[in-house]
Structures are given as structure tokens and as C-alpha cells.
T-cell receptor, first 111, second 111 residues
Framework: DAKTTQPTSMDCAEGRAANLPCNHS???????VYWYRQIHSQGPQYIIH???NNETNEMASLIITEDRKSSTLILPHATLRDTAVYYC????????????FGTGTRLQVFP | NAGVTQTPKFQVLKTGQSMTLQCAQD?????MSWYRQDPGMGLRLIHY???????DQGEVPNGYNVSRSTTEDFPLRLLSAAPSQTSVYFC??????????FGSGTRLTVV
């Protein structure tokens, strides 16, 4: 399974873009990159996922490098409610679904 | 849709007792998983299922059993509770090519 590396923590000013990086240098060609976040002690929340192309939804954008060895989650206008732990996960093939969470990045959005 | 429903929300067990954590989803999702999260730690995969009748082990399966007799339900059984199993347990489900929806968790204390 591809492993991911994320910074332990990051800060971001409210209203600014939060750019959260993730390295996944051993990713295979058919493995997707998923992002989740966990606010305080709640259950994790799915944000976005992608394979090769950049993706955007109502919550965030996902930028995947051309060699797929790294990606960046972008929260375009961070709010205080975006303070959470963000997990970058590489999902192996559909048949196993062995989704392994790492330790994530703790994002603190400040006023 | 109720989403992913976990019961109970809180439980205290004595060492050696057994119990079943219930998880039900009403979204007709094929994939379901159980995770545990210890204080200040990330999520660790216990067991997962890619469909009714199919289960497999995750990172930390020892001391736990699962079964998947229906698409909707994925109970987690603790065989003989130990203090090391004190944790928050999250159940999750997803459809193909999408992210997991997590339940609100079961907070288990083993004394």
C-alpha cells in the first residue's frame, strides 16, 4: 500500500487559502488519492478524491502533480470551522478497500 | 436517509466481557469498515467488507470479529474485552468510487 507523508501541523488566516500538501511517492497507477478531515472528536468527513486530473467540488480543490507523487488540497477561503485534522490517503484497488489513515495534518485557522 | 448509525454511543465494559457494537447504513453501500481511534492518534483499520458475505482483516484485527450477513449491517464483536481496547470506534460505509461516510462513533471504556 502506498504510504503518505503530511506535515504535522499548519496555520492559516481566516479568509485566506489553505494549501495542504501530501507526498505519496510510491503510489501505483490505479490508486486514488482521497482526502478526509476530522473536526474535534467527530467521525471523519470525506472531502474529495482524484486519480490523475485535478478535481474541484463545493468544499475544496485537489491538485495532483503530473507524476502523481504528490498532491495538494486547497481550501480556497478558510473559515474557523475548517480547523481540523486533514488526512491524505491512497486507496488501493477496489477489491481490497484496505484504507489506511496516517496521522494527518492539524490545520489551525486563526481570526 | 439516516446515513451510518452506530449503537451504543457510550459503553463501559469490565475486562473479559464480550459485546457487539452495532453499525447499520441505509444507503445500500457495498463497502463498510470499522476503525478505532485512540486518544490523540489517527484511525486504525480493524476489519472491512466489500460486500455481503465478504470480510477481511485490517491493521489491528486481533480481539475482534465481524460478519456481514446483509448489505445494511456490519456488527463488530469484542470477544473478551481488555483495557487496551478502550477507544472510540467508528463505522463507515461507501459506494463504489466515492468516499466513506462515517458514523458518529462508539466510545468504549474497558475497566
Amino acid at each position: 500500500d502506498a504510504k503518505t507523508t503530511q506535515p504535522t501541523s499548519m496555520d492559516c488566516a481566516e479568509g485566506r487559502a489553505a494549501n495542504l500538501p501530501c507526498n505519496h511517492s510510491t503510489i501505483s497507477g490505479n490508486e486514488y488519492v482521497y482526502w478526509y478531515r476530522q473536526i474535534h472528536s467527530q467521525g471523519p468527513q470525506y472531502i474529495i478524491h482524484g486519480l490523475k486530473n485535478n478535481e474541484t467540488n463545493e468544499m475544496a480543490s485537489l491538485i495532483i502533480t503530473e507524476d502523481r507523487k504528490s498532491s495538494t488540497l486547497i481550501l480556497p477561503h478558510a473559515t474557523l470551522r475548517d480547523t481540523a485534522v486533514y488526512y491524505c490517503i491512497v486507496r488501493p484497488d477496489h477489491n481490497t478497500d484496505k484504507l489506511i489513515f496516517g496521522t494527518g495534518t492539524r490545520l489551525q485557522v486563526f481570526p | 436517509n439516516a446515513g451510518v448509525t452506530q449503537t451504543p454511543k457510550f459503553q463501559v465494559l469490565k475486562t473479559g466481557q464480550s459485546m457487539t457494537l452495532q453499525c447499520a447504513q441505509d444507503m445500500n453501500h457495498e463497502y463498510m469498515s470499522w476503525y478505532r481511534q485512540d486518544p490523540g492518534m489517527g484511525l486504525r483499520l480493524i476489519h472491512y467488507s466489500v460486500g455481503a458475505g465478504i470480510t477481511d482483516q485490517g491493521e489491528v484485527p486481533n480481539g475482534y470479529n465481524v460478519s456481514r450477513s446483509t448489505t445494511e449491517d456490519f456488527p463488530l464483536r469484542l470477544l473478551s474485552a481488555a483495557p487496551s481496547q478502550t477507544s472510540v470506534y467508528f463505522c463507515a460505509s461507501r459506494e463504489v468510487n466515492y468516499g466513506y461516510t462515517f458514523g458518529s462513533g462508539t466510545r468504549l471504556t474497558v475497566v
